[in-house]
């Protein structure tokens, strides 16, 4: 184990490039938001929604889809809202 004096915070400029990722939806095509959207909630629900759609009017993002438990919706949120910075998302993923 490292010694505390050798660790060092990352600085947050650094932090998208260590993680893969350019800052949230930042110069994004409307195409280019739903796809990297529909990749995001794939991988942090483990799939785990049916029927994924995402749609964006203006500001305004949905999603909907069909999963079997309020974790799996709340996991999409959570995905989500980590990529649509200044955009109002509705989850209307439906849970049965």
Known sequence: MLPEQNLTKIPQSFE?????????????????LVARLQRVVHCRTGNRIRDLQ????GDDVVISGV???YYAK???THAALNEVANRRLTNSIEVC
């Open 67 to 69: 999963t079997t438990t």
């Open 54 to 57: 995402i749609q964006v009017y």
């Open 16 to 32: 998208n490039v260590i993680h893969g990722s350019v800052p949230p939806d930042e110069g994004l095509t409307v195409d280019d």
């Open 74 to 76: 709340q996991l999409a």
